[in-house]
């Protein structure tokens, strides 16, 4: 058993102190790093100012999930640092190799031997064995451990997205396909609510209810930003314009989707039909994943850099997972795809994902904050469920983390642990020892009492 971790939602009060806020009407956003501005992660001062901490800046966790494996060929890494010899697959990382460790031999235990596809994949993110038939039953993920734990700093404790609808019923194996649609759990019998639709993602982070749908965040903070302009340097100010032209950016594009989604809705009350039953574009999601999933890893970005959360899972794709890529030439669905995981369609498939991943891990990184980046102080982990799509091989797991967490995680290294025993290579190790740097400290978790070695 975990110690009791969670807080009630309604006690929750944000933590708001030593940050600048730029505010108004409904909302309130956390400022990127700006130099002329007193330090806002900064502690308090003491008594003798050389007695006062370094700043510190806050750390930022991301579980990306893409279901049903990768090409094993060309899923490799040799070498270190700015010489790190990366695979066909993992090439879109190659400008981020020194933010970048590569995890070998790395597998779920409680996942393995136990049935395919849900009962491998609803627990990754907690190693606590699945209970089969109509009861759910598994365990806390460590997103929600963290959210916890971390969420009193911000207005909200953790985001959970996803690219595809849920699935219901059961699988063959007799396990849930709740299982198999999300990887992260509150507790052990409820996964949290996954948000699919970009526009109630982002009006979730914003607070946007009602007639504040329509109204632009930026014209809610205009006043308070024009304020804050004539305070701050001319270097600051460009800083500035460029945030809050990427919100910007990033809104408009939601606002787009909101109108594909009202139309959804209202059509789908015409024909007396549940949205969730429709399929894509008619349930008012993008009919091009690619710019699903690229605005969805915008509002992760986004999130993180207005300090709006600290903690965040983004289902790309899920288990079983029915996605179609006619923009690589692709015929076959991807859980199709994965039966045939060698061949050069599957590795494009792969690729793809990894691309997303890259994607995201430079948005963070092209945001200063103090001598280093968003991505510097955060860490991507990116894992599936299986390695051998064709087999249904989770003896293990493709894993990588991007981001150093303030310098608390060393990078740019490829670490195996192929050859330590199964008992040296559990993925709760990571769990464990990537919490330990976010100063959540658990003497044990899921499978795991024991951090991971070499980390």
Known sequence: ??????????SRRPSLSRR????????????????SLPA?????ATDQATDAPPPKYPQRFAAIFVGNGINSDHWWAKGAGAEMELSRTLAPLAPLRTKLNVFEGLFNKPAVGVGIHPGQTGNILSGMPLMKGAVLRGGI?????????????????SLVLGCEQPITGYHETN?????????????????????????LAFDSLFENRGN????SILDRIKDDAASLARKISAEDHRKLDE???????????????????????????????PLLAMNRPDNGLPEDIRDHMRLMCDIVALAFQT??????????????????????????THHSASHDDLSDDFEKIARYYVSNLAYLASRLDAMPEGEGTVLDHSCLLYLSNMFSGSKHDNTRLPVLTVGGLGGTLATGRVLDFTKAGDGNRKLCSLHLSLMDRMGVTLPRFGDADARLAGI
């Not at 996954?194 to 526009?199: G, I, K, L, R, T």
Request: glycine share 4%.
């Open 20 to 35: 600048t806020f730029l505010r108004g009407s409904g909302v309130l956003m956390a400022l990127p790093w700006l130099d």
């Open 243 to 273: 945030y809050l032209t990427s919100v910007r950016e990033v809104e408009k594009r939601v606002d787009r989707m909101r109108s594909d989604q009202t139309k959804a809705e209202e059509n789908a009350r015409d024909r007396g039909r």
């Open 307 to 332: 300090d709006r959360t600290r903690v965040a899972t983004l289902v790309l794709c899920r288990d079983l997972s029915g996605l179609f890529y006619p923009f690589l030439g692709v015929r076959k």
């Open 40 to 44: 806002w992660s900064a502690a308090p």
């Open 1 to 10: 058993m975990h110690p009791p971790i969670n807080t009630p939602v309604a």
């Open 141 to 157: 993920s460590m997103d929600q451990v963290l959210a916890n734990r971390l969420g009193l700093e911000t207005m909200q404790p």
């Open 212 to 215: 504040r749908r329509t109204q």
């Open 175 to 199: 396990f849930s396909m709740a299982y198999s649609s999300h990887i992260s759990w509150q507790n052990a019998d409820s996964p949290v609510p996954m948000e699919v639709y970009p526009s």
